[in-house]
Structure formats: C-alpha cells, structure tokens
C-alpha cells in the first residue's frame, strides 16, 4: 500500500499504511496533534480517528478554525442526547444540528422536558465531560439501527434517508446516534457550554407534522467566548420584537387561527398607521399617486409577469371559480400598477408616472421560517412604481434614492450601506433572457450610483428575474444584514405587458419601469423598529405619548380628565390611569410600558394648572405649565423626536 496526502500548503506527505487523521496531524507536528479537533478530507468533515488509507486532500481543523465550533457544539448536542435518554428512556429523537448559533436537539416524550429541567441536564453533561468519556465512532449495519430504534418513529423516518447496509454512527456508553458528521474523541474535550431554550418545532419543518420540542445550547472553546455570548443572547432577549411585542401589548400571532398572520392590537395598530399616513403623506407630496388594488388577481396575469414560473412555491395555490377563471392571492403588486397605467393612453407629457400602494400580499411561507412579525404570510408593503422614458431613468433613481434618505433620517436610521445586485453570468437561466437589456440596465444603475458619488458593493446573483437593483441594507439590533429599502430597474415587464406611451413623434414608444419599496413592509418595518428602540419608541411613534396619573382619584380625576381631553384634542394619544391602584405602581406601570410621558397631577398643579412631568428613562420630576408641556410635545412630534430638535 502506497498513497500521498496533500496538504493546504500544497506538500505531499507520502505513506505506505494506514493512518488515522490524529496520526497525520502528529506526524507534521506534536502540537498540530494535540491542537486537532477534525479535518476536512477532500472536503468532507471527517473526526480525528478517521482512516486514511488512499490518495487524499486533507487540511487538520483546530480549534482556531470556524468548523472547530460545529464539531465541537456536534458534540455537545450528541451528549445531550445521550444524558436526556438515561434521564427519561421514553424520549425519542427528531432531527439535531450543529451551526454558528449553537446547536439543537428535537425531542418527542409524553410529558415535555420542561426548562426547569434544564439545569438537571446541564448537570448530568458536566459529570460525563469531567470523567472524559470516550465516545467512539463506528460503522453500525442499517439493520441493527432499525431493531434499536424500532419504538422511535423519528429516528426510523431518518435512518430510511442514509444510503448503504451500513451507517456512520457514534458511541457513548450504551447510547448510539447518526446523522453526525464528525465529533470529538471523548467528553473530555467539551470546554464551555449552555443549555439555552426550550420551543416547539414541526417534525421536518411541516405544519401538518407532529410538533416536537427543540432542546437549543451553545458551546465555546473558552469561557471568555462563551460569556460574550450569553450576554449577546441577553441583549438578543431584551431587544426581541416578538418579547417586546408581548409585553408591550403591541400584536400577537396564534398559530390555531392562523400560523404567520398577525393580529395587530390596538397599540401596534396605532404605530403601524402612523407610520402608513407618514409614508403616505411623504410619497404624495413627492409625485405619487396612491392607489387602492385588490388582493386577487387572474392567475394569467402572474403567467405573463413571470412570477409564476419563478416564484411558484412562494405563492398559495390557485383558486378554481368553477367557471375556467382561476384566482391567486397576490405575492407581488407590479401586476397590479401595470393594470393602473394601462387602463388609459398614456403620453410622454404624464411621464415620470408614480403609482404607489400600501398593498397587502401573500406568500406561501414554510411553518418552521415563520417568526413575529419577521417572516409572516400576509404582509402590506410600502410599495411603488414609476413609468419612465429611458433619459428620465437617472433622475428617477437619483429622486426615489433622496426619498429614501428622507425617511431613513426622520426614522433615525443611519447604520446601512448600499448593494448593487446583479444577475450571475454563469447562471442566467433563472433571470429574464435578454443579455442586452441586463448589459444596459446595469451599465445605467452603476453610473447613476457613480455619478451620485455613492460607496457600494457589488452582487453577482442577487438580481430580481426580471432587472438590476440597488438594495440598501441595514444592521438591525441584533447584529443581522437586511433589506430595507430597494430600487429595481425593469425593462422586461413593460414589454411583456405591452406597455406604451405616445412620444413627442407621435409614435408608440416604451416605457421603462422603475420598482422601489422605501421601508418595505409594515410587518417587517415595525418588527426592525420595535428592536432599534427596545420598545421605547420615540414621542412621534409611541402608541400612547402621555399617560396622566393623578395623585388622588376623588380629589384630582377630574383635573386629570381635563388634561387628557386637551391633549387628544391636540391631537396628542394620551390615557389617564383612574385604576383604583397605588400612586407609585401607576407609575412604575407608565415606566414600563416606556410611555414617553408620565403626568402626575395633585393639588399644586392643579391649581396652577400646571403639570409635574417625568419623561421616560430619566427620575426627572419638571414642573411646567400645562400650556409650556403642550409646546415641548408638540416640537418634540414635529421634529419627528430627533435628539438634535
């Protein structure tokens, strides 16, 4: 036997028997060898007691390398399994993963594991890391995987998917388990870790599938790391739309009415139409003619767009009306402003026309994606089309992009950057078949970003099917990259919808169409804005600006009522607490529903008709004259709450 391993570098180190990947990690070095977590063998993640026995490519993972983690966690969720199962011998197994967020393990039992239980577990996984147990890989037959999983209906599912008589399998005591790709040698080498969250979960991600509980950790090779982590998760907590949401009263969603179709509460209707009269209101005043379009739509119209062929697993099935006309739920508005703009003759004169729309969608969103407000099915998007002659296109751009900028500015964001996406050259069969027309929508993309002086970076494959686009990506609070706002340049639809306007010649000529979505949908929108503030939502924002508490029901409700009154009237949303409760827990109460303003009236400010005002997040107690507070709160919502006002 003779074979050579080629090492990253490009060496080659010849041998003449086997060896395990341990073995060859000590054969470059003594410290490599003790260092080795696993190894990549002609690109497969192999453990370190793997045999090389032939011609390979091998690169040995440390624990400085990012796939060190996945093992490392791998493990940890393979230990897990094996302290759960002795624990309560009933439990079944669904699927385990391993990533850069942690690891899970579903699990099925009578009685659920409860998160109280957590700690036990946790307890069980250090006795076995400290006694360094050996976990063992082996090649178990199929069939005898089968008679040991016969009562598990999960693991049999699975073990029908792995190929072969026989299964790659890992050993701990008398727990066995598959579907890893490499784990660690023994326990012992399970640094740092945490036992983190206990949530429900469909068997393979489908609805109609059993749901089974996810047991989520995580696990470092140092401790540093892994506190660093727990406090980001902390954060994560605190700053998690669906938490706040929850807490503050603002929305829920109830999977047994309707799984990713959210109920907006009073509070978090009142933000979401403030923030729809803004955008509104801000789009008129910018050349826009807002339009009302209904939800269906012939399904021939999503045929001629595209949509269909593209995007038909993200859209509902049709519905058959009985009578050959067959309707589907809307998963874009562009077919919609096409009708609008073809329902008249339309001239070069009327052009740039701006057609915009809150417009509700849907999309047949799988149940495990579904989160908040973050992916649902139904959605309303901020939504616009400009029709355009092809010298108007660069001004169009240059206008929608200074829009854009407006709102990020009245809405405080400011941590974003711009991405221009293209279609991939290499694999243009998902993207409209017209090399002309991509070459000059992006030439006229790119030069309108240069000639804006604008930084960005450049995207091979993220393009729409149909056109280029600028998107502009934001960091939400809790550290992820996402698409706010977006500009798409469209030369396809216009001329499969036959789209025309009379030039100055007199001539039939054709447009050229311009999407852009400025804060895309309120779902969204309001899921990124809840976590940006924490749910202390700035004065213009808040769903309710002041609470009014007053010292003395009997004495002073009626004072309280009659600046209550003057604020609606103002056009202000303020409340009075009249609860029979303490003064000090009324309080406390408006604090933590993060009203912006807390009024506490008795009998001084009653008689000077003033009021003691206590601004969220600060122990601040400022007497004021109920006229000069009216004049603070009035600068404070027309300056949009910007700290600089």
Known sequence: MSFSITLPDGSKRDFDKALTVGDL????????????????????????????NKNAKVAIITNKDDEALNVLRATAAFLFEAVAKKAYPELHFGEHAADKDGFYVDTDKTNQIKISELPQLEKAMKKSIKNGEKIEHVQVAKSDLEAEFKDDPYKGALLKNEKGDTVDAYKLGDFTDFGFDALLPNTGKIKYFKLLTVAGAYWMGKSSNPMLQRISGTAFFKESALKADLKRRDEIKERDHRTIGRDLDLFFVDPKVGAGLPYWMPKGATIRRVIERYII???????????????????????????????????????DMGDGEMLELRPMNCPSHIEIYKHHIRSYRELPIRIAELGMMHRYEKSGALSGLQRVREMTLNDGHTFVALDQVQDEFAKILKLIMDVY??????????????????????????????????????????????????????????????????????????????????????????????GKDGEEHRPVMIHRGIVGTMERFVAYLTEIY???????????????????????????????????????????????????????????QKIPYTLVLGDKEMKANSVNVRPYGTDDEIAKSLDDFIKEIDKDVNSYSRKNK
């Open 281 to 319: 209101d801000k789009e008129v005043a910018d050349g826009y003619q807002h339009v009302y379009t209904p939800v269906l739509m012939n399904l021939n119209a999503y045929k001629t767009s595209g949509h269909w062929a593209h995007y038909r697993d993200d859209m509902f099935p049709p519905m």
């Open 409 to 502: 500015k009245d809405f405080d964001i400011t941590d974003y950057y711009f991405r221009l996406s293209y279609r991939d050259p290499k694999n243009t069969q998902k993207y409209f078949s017209n090399d002309e027309m991509w070459e000059k929508s992006q030439k006229m993309l790119k030069g309108a970003m240069d000639d804006l002086g604008l930084d960005y970076v450049e995207a091979e494959g993220e393009a729409a099917f149909y056109g280029p686009k600028l998107d502009i990506q934001t960091k939400t609070a809790l550290g992820n990259d996402e698409t706010m706002s977006t500009i798409q340049l469209d030369f396809m639809l216009p001329e499969k919808f036959n789209l025309t306007y009379v």
């Open 534 to 592: 924490k749910g202390a939502f700035p004065t213009w924002l808040a769903p309710i600006q002041v609470e009014v508490i007053p010292v003395n029901l009997d004495a002073h409700s009626d004072y309280a009522k009659k600046v209550r009154d003057e604020l609606n009237k103002r056009g202000f949303r303020a409340e009075a607490d009249l609860r029979n409760e303490k003064l000090g827990y009324k309080i406390r109460e408006s604090q933590t």
């Open 25 to 52: 990690a000590h054969n470059i070095a003594t410290s490599l060898g003790k260092a080795a977590v696993a190894a990549k063998v002609d690109g497969q993640l192999e453990p370190v007691d793997y045999q090389l």
